[in-house]
Structure formats: structure tokens, C-alpha cells
């Protein structure tokens, strides 16, 4: 399988970290979730590298890519990230890229294929959000799982985590076996996204995403449908966004297709990546 590699590129916000692979072919772009970060993607890259050129980009914020500076509204929202994804092609030189996102990193594609539907070829969204889920993401069910989302926007997560490993490991560890599947997150993997999150500042800084979509959300705009190719990959053991919060997808995606992963959970590049990789092979 082919190896990955990291490389650096200097971007007009900072330094942002990538994990690539493959030399030739079409170009695939993988946004990553939290908590995590390119890591999400470690055994989807090998696979997708077969036929593609797999480029994989830590978020600002998140693992080994810079801090932003400024108001989280501003530097760390949809939007924001959107804009570092589109001048990263552009310094690589990837001519229209697939876009696969995971969690933040599905908000993000949405967001790059909306602004910019040319310049991309299509879509890989797993267990995505989307503006049809309405109410169901404020029923009572819902949001039990949310809780931490309302937690991170006060000060005290900063206080209680950041820079305190065993305080990093016990609340992540909490996601990745609560928002699994039916096969648990390997511990090694685990433990390596703890070591990246451990470090002073880096919990804190990946707090602005949430920060950010709480702001805009208080005076979020109806938005057009994407007609962009897209396919659809779904757990059926994601708490976080269960099948349920799949009605309407079809309506904000309408050149889309959904695929149910049984016993897959919230983590779908890490609990199914072959499903993943032959997504991405069928977009290309």
C-alpha cells in the first residue's frame, strides 16, 4: 500500500500541515472532524492513493497546522475553512478535486461546494449535516448528544482540559467509545489524538469551530441546494446523527445517493474506510 507522507504548505493564514499520498492521478481533498484531525484518514489515504493523488489538510486550529488569531466568528467558522481548503488547491495545484468530508469536514465541503461548485468534482459526505434535519436536532433525544457542544462554549472547557493530558484522554475517550460502532477505535489510534490534543492550547483552539457555528447559527440564511455529484455514507450506529436526521438530504443535495453502513457509527473513515475509498473511486 502506499505510504503517506507530511508536508507543510505555507497558506496566507499560516502554516497548514497535510498528510498526502499517491503522485499521480485525479486529486482527492479529505476534511477531517473532531476530535481529530488528519489522522481520521490514515488507512482511507493508502487505499484512494492507488488511483489518485490523496491530499488530507489539518484544519487551522487542529493538529499540527497553525493557531488562527481573531474572534471565532470570523477565523474558525464554515466559512473560514472553506477559504483555506480553496487557496491550499490552488497552491498544490489540484484541478477540480473530490471533496471528502467527516464531520466538521462535511460542513466545510458543503460550504466550498456551495461557493464554488466548478471548481470541484464531486462529493464524499459521511453521516453529514444538512438544513433538513430542522427541529429533529432539538429534540430531547438529540440533544442529550449534544451536550458537549453547549459545553464547549464556556469558558470552564477550556479550564478543566486544555494542557491537562489525563483530563484530555478521559474526555475524548469518552467519544470515540460512546459515538463508535459495533467494532471499538483502535487504542493506538486513540492515543494519538490524545497526544496531539494534550498539548497547551490545542483543545482550547479547536473550541472556536463550535464557538463559531453558535454564533451563526443565531442568524443562519436559508440556503440554495448543492448540485454537485455527491454520495451519502451513513452508520446506522451514529448517536450523534442518527438515521432519522437523514430525511430531506435529498432535498439540500438533490444529484445525491445514500448508502446505509451497517454497524458503523460516527467514525466512518476510521470504522469503514474501504466503504470510503470505493465512494471516492466512484466520484472520480
Known amino acids: ?59 487551522f486550529g487542529f ?3 497553525g493557531v488562527p488569531v481573531g474572534p471565532p466568528e470570523e477565523v474558525a467558522d464554515e466559512a473560514a475553512f472553506a477559504d483555506d481548503v480553496i487557496e491550499l488547491v490552488d497552491a498544490l495545484g489540484l484541478e477540480q478535486p473530490v471533496l471528502a468530508g467527516h464531520d466538521v469536514g462535511s460542513a466545510v465541503a458543503a460550504a466550498i461546494a456551495r461557493r464554488a461548485p466548478d471548481r ?5 459526505l459521511m453521516n453529514p449535516t444538512h438544513p433538513f434535519i430542522g427541529d429533529k436536532r432539538w429534540t430531547p433525544g438529540a440533544q442529550r448528544e449534544a451536550w458537549y457542544q453547549h459545553f464547549h462554549l464556556l469558558p470552564l472547557a477550556q479550564a478543566l482540559i486544555d494542557g491537562q493530558r489525563r483530563a484530555v ?32 492550547g490545542a483543545f482550547a483552539a479547536s473550541l472556536a469551530w463550535y464557538r463559531a457555528r453558535a454564533a451563526h447559527r443565531e442568524r443562519a440564511q436559508p440556503v440554495a441546494p448543492i448540485e454537485v455529484p455527491t454520495i451519502a455514507l451513513w452508520g446506522d450506529r451514529d ?4 438515521l432519522e436526521q437523514r430525511e430531506g438530504f435529498e ?10 453502513l451497517s454497524g458503523v457509527g460516527h467514525f466512518v473513515p476510521i470504522e469503514a474506510p474501504e466503504a470510503v475509498a470505493e465512494a471516492v473511486g466512484e466520484v472520480l
Open 1 to 59: 500500500m502506499a505510504a503517506i507522507a507530511d508536508d507543510v504548505v505555507a497558506l496566507s493564514r499560516g502554516r497548514m500541515r497535510l498528510a498526502v499520498a499517491g503522485n499521480g492521478g485525479p486529486p482527492v481533498v479529505f476534511l477531517h472532524g473532531w476530535p481529530g484531525f488528519s489522522i481520521d484518514y490514515r488507512d482511507v489515504l493508502p487505499l484512494v492513493a492507488r488511483r489518485a493523488r490523496a491530499v488530507a489538510p489539518d484544519f
Open 63 to 65: 493538529g499540527a497546522s
Open 120 to 124: 470541484i468534482r464531486g462529493l464524499v
Open 169 to 200: 484522554e478521559l474526555y475524548l475517550g469518552h467519544f470515540y467509545a460512546h459515538w463508535a460502532g459495533s467494532v471499538p477505535i483502535g487504542r493506538e489510534l486513540v492515543a494519538s489524538v490524545v497526544d496531539a490534543y494534550a498539548r497547551p
Open 239 to 242: 448517536p450523534m446523527r442518527p
Open 251 to 260: 432535498q439540500a443535495f438533490p444529484r445525491s445517493q445514500s448508502r446505509v
